[in-house]
């Protein structure tokens, strides 16, 4: 696990300043403590790399190239199936210098080009250098477990780990995306190709982008997507044994390193099956790491301590409390965009615990994806069942303008909340599913941007993104709201929550049932399988029986969350105020305070309940504060021109 970044300059005799590209590598030296590395001896090409060593500790330093250095890569990740690569390449004639994973992208780019990445199973951001045909190859994996950005114009590409290294470049314009901004706000993170900087971009998943450096011409390809059709010639019985098998097999394959692996324990159903498997193969007794709260109603650490009994794991356990809130200006720092996701903060503390102990640990991320988890399924189900006996006439004229009209009762339990009800019902399956992911609905936002943000918007929707995702399903609903966490949820918000905080302590997380070859598995097991009478994630459950007790199994999901509201009201109250509402703040220049104000009242004073809203503007405010303020110091630019940026980077009244 490592960082990556570099330069790519457009004129072939471009100087590359090695004092930039350290600072760079710098910027993102929390990837990987254990070894940095340069490659500048092409003219108007740098890459640079840091290491965190768990594979071929001694002799796996980056920038690594093929046998006459015509090729060289920069590789953040693990392939898992690298042995069986190498193998394979060695028998074509490729002779190789190291025993790490990196070295297979390398013969594998001799023989298929761009195409390498369809070989590939496992966790990867790369950029390779191709010396004769002066062509720059970026690639990310295919569900976007490891993130690439890039900033490219007309005269130079830049790329990182982090957008933070591209910002420690200088020279990178901070002008706010207000696309973006509108898509924190609805989702709480920013979705896609887009991030908070107009300038900056990232590399999807399943996604290579190669620039030639002669013509100056780029070509974007994804190269993977889930696909297949649902396997009906399967007994309940056989696809029990298969999903269990694949789950064994998906651990087994994720173990492999050469130092010691742990295992994220939250004490739900996914993190104590990967520890089951884990430990139930292995010979060693597993460490296990759990985060708990003071507060008992979110708080699941009796549980994983069940499960540590079970298998006799090493078993290390820490509280969190609101004086966690001090985390917030390393989740600014290390996470470089607003990011709302509060379990990131308890995210970021078991992986400082965790690290303490072991470099690599496997997490249960992903399952609800794969197998229909989350209780959101269920509900938005049940709402397309009752959608179908409603005419069509009733759900365009009648139902839209009564849920409209309808009063917002966030207090009360979501099946009697009739105003969100009543607009799902009203749309489309699609439409609806992305109504229900919106943290911060349409009509709010529009009240919370001010006007100028809201005239550069025009009639931008994030809700499209999730529809176009969601794809044509009309006789599975299930499968269109995978398809949309998968595409958009899943590596915009849990994988990049946990390699963030991850990172940030220089741990390895690895989740197996993020593994593509999982993924494809689980994509043809039939949706009635996956929800069944209400019941989430049925056939996986049943499958974990060979591993888990059924208390544990079948016990009500509680989820990775944090008591937000409460602290809102209590210990974060002087905080929010003094981020956000504080005179002269430049929240103000993108919101509309009063809106906010009011909002934050209503919480305070329970007349409503707005706490993920408020979260995610305290989050802003926060993130504003460090990255256009003129006091921010998370690059290397001159203050005069980090304070010229900053007001470059400010939306300007039109």
């Not at 600072?23 to 500048?40: K, L, N």
């Not at 100028?452 to 044509?472: S, W």
Request: net charge negative; charged share 25%.
């Amino acid at each position: 696990m490592c960082g990556i970044a570099g330069v790519l300059f457009r004129d072939h005799n471009a100087p590359v300043s090695p004092s930039r590209l350290k600072q760079m590598s710098d910027a993102i030296a929390h990837r990987g403590p254990d070894a940095e590395g340069f490659f500048t001896e092409d003219p108007g090409i740098g890459l640079a790399h840091r290491r965190l060593s768990i594979i071929d500790l001694g002799g796996g330093d980056q920038p690594l190239g093929n046998e006459d250095n015509s090729l060289q890569v920069v590789f953040n990740g693990e392939i898992y199936n690298y042995q069986e690569l190498r193998k394979q390449l060695e028998e074509q004639g490729h002779r190789f210098r190291t025993n790490s994973d990196t070295e297979t992208l390398v013969h594998l780019y001799e023989e298929y080009g761009r195409d390498l990445v369809n070989h590939l199973r496992g966790m990867f951001a790369f950029a390779l250098w191709d010396r004769a045909a002066r062509t720059l190859l970026l690639a990310r994996d295919h569900l976007g477990q490891k993130p690439l950005y890039y900033a490219l114009d007309r005269d130079r590409l830049l790329f990182g780990s982090e957008i933070k290294a591209i910002l420690a470049y200088g020279e990178v314009s901070r002008d706010i995306d207000p696309q973006a901004l509108e898509d924190y706000l609805a989702f709480g993170f920013i979705p896609g190709r887009k991030s908070i900087f107009s300038s900056i971009r990232k590399l999807e998943p399943a996604t290579t982008l190669m620039v030639k450096n002669d013509s100056w011409k780029t070509s974007e390809v994804r190269y993977w997507a889930l696909k297949g059709e649902v396997c009906d010639n399967r007994t309940e019985t056989e696809w029990r044994a298969t999903v269990a098998e694949t789950l064994s097999e998906s651990v087994e394959t994720h173990r492999i390193a050469d130092v010691p692996v742990g295992s994220f324990l939250s004490g739900g159903l996914d993190s104590s099956a990967v520890t089951g498997v884990l430990a139930t193969n292995g010979a060693e007794p597993v460490q296990t790491f759990s985060i708990g709260f003071q507060e008992r109603k979110y708080s699941e650490l009796e549980h994983a301590q069940v499960v540590a009994d079970r298998f006799n794991t090493q078993h290390t356990e820490a509280i969190v409390t609101a004086d966690a809130i001090e985390s917030l200006s390393a989740l600014t720092k290390f996470y470089d965009e607003p990011f709302a996701d509060a379990s990131a903060i308890p995210t970021m503390r078991v992986a400082e615990l965790a690290s303490a102990e072991v470099k690599v640990v496997l997490s249960g991320d992903g399952g609800d994806e794969a197998f229909g988890g989350y209780a959101r399924y269920a509900h938005d189900l049940q709402e397309d069942f009752i959608r179908h006996w409603i005419p069509k006439w009733v759900q365009k004229i009648f139902l839209g303008p009564v849920a409209g009209a309808w009063p917002k009762a966030d207090w009360l339990p979501r099946p009697l909340r009739l105003k969100s009800v009543l607009t799902n019902l009203s749309l489309s399956p699609a439409a609806a599913y992305a109504n229900t992911l919106c943290l911060c609905r349409s009509k709010l936002r529009k009240r919370l941007l001010s006007s100028n943000v809201r005239e550069r918007l025009a009639d931008y929707a994030p809700e499209q993104q999730v529809i176009d995702a969601f794809g044509e399903h009309p006789d599975d609903p299930l499968r269109g709201m995978l398809a949309a966490d998968i595409r958009i949820t899943l590596p915009d918000d849990f994988l990049t929550k946990v390699d963030r905080a991850s990172m940030a302590h220089s741990l390895e997380v690895r989740p197996p049932m993020v593994d593509h070859q999982f993924m494809d598995l689980a994509w043809s097991v039939p949706s009635a399988l996956k929800i069944r009478r209400g019941e989430t994630k049925w056939i996986f459950k049943k499958a974990s029986e060979k591993w888990l007790p059924t208390d544990i199994i079948y016990r009500k999901k509680q989820g990775f969350e944090i008591p937000i509201d409460a602290w809102l009201r209590g210990p974060l109250r002087p905080f929010f105020e003094q981020t956000v509402l504080d005179d002269g703040n430049i929240l103000s220049e993108y919101l509309n305070l009063a809106t906010v104000r009011t909002l934050f009242q209503q919480h305070c004073n329970r007349s409503g309940r707005h706490g993920n809203v408020l979260w995610s503007i305290l989050v802003l405010g926060a993130w504003m504060n460090h990255y256009l303020s003129e006091n921010d110091s998370s690059t290397s630019i001159p203050v005069a021109e980090q304070t010229a940026k900053a007001q470059a980077g400010r939306i300007k009244e039109p």
